[in-house]
């Protein structure tokens, strides 16, 4: 029979070992919160941010205040009253003034393109209108009268909106709330999004096909041997990716190495060389052979680890070299095969260098139009849309390769 000072002592004993515990993790914690805190600040914040210019655009709204109240009210399809041109008009003399205009003028012809210089030419003459607004305004501009302007800026005048995820979907918002599909010339996104997973999915095939022999060869040969091939593996990581790049430019041109060769062993004449570059041939190419070290590496470190005795016993009960190997062999390197997969295709779909020089228009990648959005329109807010439909893409396939192989069949080593 347990005394009662046995059973204190016991309670005594699971206090000390749970403040032990509580010692050790929280020891623990802030070990790691000095990496943790630079990881918020420099990676986990910025990205947030970023993404959240997706759905987030307050210039409209902040420069025109008095419009934007009186768009609220409006329903997007009567005719516009006196008091929205008023309002229209008082905001514009403060934008020129503070010299904002240009920003509402880029922000809503995003929504309506032409609308820019329509803006700013009214704004230079907006302060010497006078009042009914309504019939000085159109005045200036005809296009004043143009109820789909007054559409495009009751839409952007907006703070949260999903215009831009439906742009980046290649759907339209519209006034009224409605989200419809973009006109068939305006549909480019989705094109460059389905280019983007199918050039990312041949390359990761490629590089499986040509990296499993040589992981293999690696794995099997004596280790003197292999460590001087994995060293000629290794090479290109201490290349720049740009020198790289423009060594396949040297390469795959018209006049280039390979064609060269080609028309030298008499596969194509002089005159019809192949076109290898700046389209998307020359994109699978240049970026096959840069991934390439990310699915040998898991697959030799897999394949390392695989004992041959295995295959010497299949042999020995009397199984093939071919049955040994798919029966035996392949299987244990599975997940080496699922590691380097997930590498080169989600390195693969986030690509800009390479088919920013090589692609041309044809081998052009989601990538490269955000940072066009970025640099040169200078449309953040598409551009995180964009992002954040790429992010999204990648986050479900990841969970269906959780699902279908699962994450903890995955090996780097």
Request: contains cysteine; positive net charge; glycine residues 6%.
């Amino acid at each position: 029979m347990t005394s009662t000072a046995d059973v204190i002592d016991d309670k005594l004993l699971q206090k000390r070992l749970d403040k032990a515990m509580f010692n050790r993790r929280l020891r623990a914690f802030l070990l790691v919160l000095p990496i943790l805190l630079f990881l918020l600040v420099v990676f986990i914040i910025p990205i947030a941010y970023f993404l959240f210019q997706g759905i987030y655009d307050k210039t409209f709204s902040s420069i025109m205040p008095q419009t934007t109240e009186v768009l609220s009210e409006w329903d997007g399809t009567s005719e516009p009253t006196e008091e929205m041109f008023a309002a229209l008009a008082a905001d514009m003399v403060l934008a020129r003034e503070n010299k904002t205009i240009g920003k509402v003028a880029t922000r809503v012809n995003r929504d309506k393109p032409g609308s820019r210089s329509l803006f700013t030419s009214t704004a230079r003459k907006v302060s010497k209108l006078e009042a009914p607004f309504k019939e000085s305004l159109p005045d200036v501009k005809d296009k004043w009268n143009d109820i789909e302007v007054w559409q495009a800026m009751k839409t952007a005048s907006r703070k949260f909106t999903p215009g831009y995820y439906a742009a980046a979907l290649d759907l339209k918002l519209e006034s009224d709330g409605s989200i419809v599909r973009q006109d068939e010339k305006r549909r480019i996104h989705m094109i460059l999004m389905k280019r983007t997973l199918q050039i990312s999915f041949l390359v990761t095939v490629f590089c499986l096909m040509l990296g499993y022999p040589i992981a293999y060869l690696l794995a099997t040969l004596p280790a003197k041997t292999s460590n001087l091939l994995l060293i000629l593996v290794l090479l290109p990581f201490w290349t720049s990716i740009l020198v790289r790049t423009t060594a396949w430019i040297a390469m795959l041109q018209a006049q280039g190495v390979v064609n060269d060769l080609l028309v030298f062993f008499g596969i194509t004449a002089d005159d019809a060389r192949f076109s290898l570059i700046y389209n998307k041939l020359g994109t699978l190419i240049a970026m096959t052979h840069i991934l390439l070290p990310f699915m040998i590496l898991p697959l030799y470190s897999v394949m390392k680890g695989i004992p041959p005795s295995y295959v010497r016993a299949a042999k020995s009960l009397g199984a093939t070299n071919w049955t040994a190997f798919w029966r035996i062999y392949a299987p244990q390197t599975i997940p080496g095969v699922g590691a380097g997969a997930i590498l080169v295709f989600i390195v693969a779909i986030g690509y800009y260098i390479t088919p920013a020089l090589v692609g041309g228009q044809e081998g052009t990648m989601i990538s490269n139009t955000i940072d066009g959005h970025m640099r040169q329109s200078l449309n953040w807010n598409l551009a995180a849309a964009l992002a954040g439909v790429l992010m999204i893409v990648v986050l479900s396939l990841y969970w269906l390769y959780d699902r279908i192989v699962g994450i903890d069949n995955m090996k780097l080593g």
